[in-house]
């Protein structure tokens, strides 16, 4: 029960402008949905959900679909005399696209984001010195073999789809808080027997949970076990006052220069 009410809480923070009733999404499944959006719905829809006419999928703009089970099966059935074709995905696969969807303008994609937000031209040569000195990255981020896991790995953010803008990076270093993806979200969790764990959430089935925790590595429990199981605010510190414009504008520089 306790697990059901933390789950509510996981949605309301990333859709707080639900249109009508929507269910609770686990982080792994918005992010699977992600990468199956991507491949799959995204040619006609648009990366903003938004290319077809009168429908907005991440805004709960829709023609038919009342709930999310009618879009499941919309997904599943297409709509008959349209383009939008059937889709061979099982139940499950169908419903981590829904929590996409349901959490689409919850994930970092800036489309307004002006090209003069990004400062002055960085220097990654300079970027790197403030990353491993004054910046104290690597006290929370796994990067080019050395550093800490309480912070995603930075050498693995340039690649493929996921790949970061400039103006993502920027924001990330700046206000860690605005937009915090899926994948990166920060998990607690308490046993009935006191024991706590904080990490981030790495994968979960029907009757257990694991977690990466910097202190326990990776920590498994039994979700009949927990008392309590809650998201908390990413511990990234904000740069912005930390950093002047131009260390950020070089420190960014050097996250892109990162293979
Ligand atoms: C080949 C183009 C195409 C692809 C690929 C496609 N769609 Fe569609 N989709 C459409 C069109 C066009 C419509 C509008 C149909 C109509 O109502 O006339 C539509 C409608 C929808 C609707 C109904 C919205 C409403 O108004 O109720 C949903 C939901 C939807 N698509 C989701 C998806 C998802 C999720 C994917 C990927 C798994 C996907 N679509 C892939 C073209 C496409
Ligand atoms: C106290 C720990 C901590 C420190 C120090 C820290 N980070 Fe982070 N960082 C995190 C955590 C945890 C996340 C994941 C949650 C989030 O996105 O805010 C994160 C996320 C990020 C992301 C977004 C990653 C993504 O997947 O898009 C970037 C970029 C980043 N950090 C860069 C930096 C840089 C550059 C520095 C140093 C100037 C730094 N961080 C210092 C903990 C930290």
């Known amino acids: 029960m306790r697990i059901y009410v933390a789950l509510t809480f996981i949605t309301s923070f990333v859709s707080p402008c639900g249109?009508?009733?929507?269910h609770s999404y686990l982080?792994?499944?918005?992010?699977?949905?992600?990468?199956?959006?991507?491949?799959?719905?995204?040619?006609?829809?648009?990366?903003?959900g938004d290319a077809v006419p009168g429908i907005d999928l991440g805004r709960g703009q829709f023609r038919r679909a009342k709930s999310d089970?009618?879009?499941?099966?919309?997904?599943?059935?297409?709509?008959?005399?349209?383009?939008?074709p059937p889709f061979n995905f099982n139940e499950s696969q169908a419903t981590m696209v829904v929590a996409y969807l349901r959490n689409m303008t919850a994930m970092p994609v800036d489309?307004?984001?002006?090209?003069?937000?990004?400062?002055?031209?960085?220097?990654?040569?300079?970027?790197?010195?403030?990353?491993e000195g004054k910046g104290k990255c690597l006290t929370c981020h796994w990067t080019n073999g050395a550093g800490n896991i309480t912070g995603p790995d930075l050498s693995s953010l340039n690649g493929g789809r996921g790949r970061r803008s400039p103006a993502e990076l920027r924001r990330s270093l700046l206000e860690p808080n605005a937009e915090v993806r899926p994948e990166n979200r920060t998990i607690r969790v308490v046993t009935k027997s006191g024991a706590t764990s904080t990490g981030n959430l790495l994968n979960q089935d029907t009757d257990?949970?694991?977690?990466?925790?910097?202190?326990?590595?990776?920590?498994?429990?039994?979700?009949?076990?927990?008392?309590?199981?809650?998201?908390?605010?990413?511990?990234?510190?904000?740069?912005?006052?930390?950093?002047?414009?131009?260390?950020?504008?070089?420190?960014?520089s050097y996250l892109l220069s990162l293979k």
């Open 19 to 22: 249109l009508f009733a929507q």
């Open 27 to 48: 982080p792994s499944d918005i992010d699977d949905g992600r990468r199956i959006y991507e491949t799959s719905c995204g040619t006609c829809h648009g990366a903003f």
């Open 69 to 84: 089970e009618d879009l499941v099966r919309i997904i599943r059935s297409g709509i008959r005399d349209t383009t939008m």
């Open 111 to 131: 489309r307004n984001a002006p090209i003069e937000v990004l400062g002055p031209p960085g220097d990654a040569t300079r970027g790197k010195v403030i990353f």
């Open 208 to 252: 257990t949970i694991q977690l990466l925790d910097p202190k326990l590595g990776l920590a498994s429990f039994m979700k009949a076990d927990l008392k309590e199981f809650e998201l908390v605010p990413s511990p990234m510190p904000s740069f912005k006052g930390l950093l002047t414009d131009q260390e950020s504008a070089d420190v960014i």
